[in-house]
């Protein structure tokens, strides 16, 4: 599958419990990025990156969310104690920019905070 | 900020029937407009997008138009059929500013046959 991967694809965990998503982008894709989408809601940025480079981040990502690309090849992201508005659907999307066209999504990672 | 705004929220047609769904940007340095379709529990997934530099591209069923001057553009699928119901996404992408993607609130589309 040459498509963006996501791990896991769902997270339950409780409120105030660390958290830590995975994205395997695709391979030539040098820009990386994060979103966040809620019930009923288009995707909102969160971050990205170009190769290992944390280029922006949205005032939606708080202190306690933290985000890497080691190597310019896969991301994480971690939420550290994280609280019930958490919850929602973790998407990674990754393109190259010097061809200014599609970006590609992931599954997307579903996590639940109770 | 940038912002996209997208009616209606939800619409429903009969198969067959054409359906219409609009947005507006604000950032005016915006230069490209993807439509993204999203099946339930599914990743978005591109359907057509268009450039700032032309005014309008089809692709079969499906056609989006754009209107730099009013920030606008909207998304025509025609002969609806049962399969495209979904929830459909407009967004906007300014190159230099990213190139992240800011995307409407979603249409539910549903295709009674």
């Known amino acids: 599958d040459t498509g963006v991967s996501q791990n896991p694809r769902h997270k339950i965990t409780k409120r105030g419990q660390n958290v830590t998503f995975r994205c395997d982008p695709i391979?030539?894709?040098?820009?990386l990025y994060w979103y966040r989408q809620t019930l009923g809601q288009g995707p909102e940025f969160l971050t990205y990156?170009?190769?290992?480079?944390?280029?922006?981040k949205s005032r939606l990502l708080s202190d306690r969310f933290s985000a890497e690309r080691p190597k310019g090849s896969f991301s994480t992201l971690e939420i550290q104690r994280t609280e019930q508005g958490d919850s929602a659907m973790y998407l990674c999307?990754?393109?190259?920019?010097?061809?200014?066209?599609?970006?590609?999504f992931g599954p997307g990672t579903r996590l639940t905070v109770l | 900020g940038e912002n996209v705004e997208q009616h209606p929220s939800t619409l429903s047609v009969q198969e067959g029937d054409s359906a219409v769904i609009k947005c507006t940007y604000s950032?005016?340095?915006?230069?490209?407009f993807p439509w993204y379709k999203q099946e339930l529990g599914k990743r978005p997934q591109l359907i057509i997008d268009?450039?700032?530099?032309?005014g309008e591209k089809k692709d079969q069923r499906i056609a989006v138009t754009l209107n730099k001057t009013a920030k606008h553009f909207s998304l025509h699928i025609t002969e609806t059929q049962p399969e495209d119901s979904a929830v459909y996404f407009c967004?906007?992408?300014?190159?230099?500013?990213?190139?992240?993607?800011?995307f409407g609130q979603g249409t539910e589309l549903s295709v009674k046959p």
């Open positions: 999307a990754s393109y190259d920019w010097r061809g200014g066209g599609e970006q590609f």
């Open positions: 391979s030539e894709h040098n820009r």
């Open positions: 990156f170009q190769n290992e480079a944390q280029l922006e």
């Open positions: 950032d005016s340095a915006s230069n490209y």
């Open positions: 268009i450039r700032s530099n032309v």
């Open positions: 967004a906007a992408r300014n190159y230099n500013q990213g190139g992240k993607l800011i």
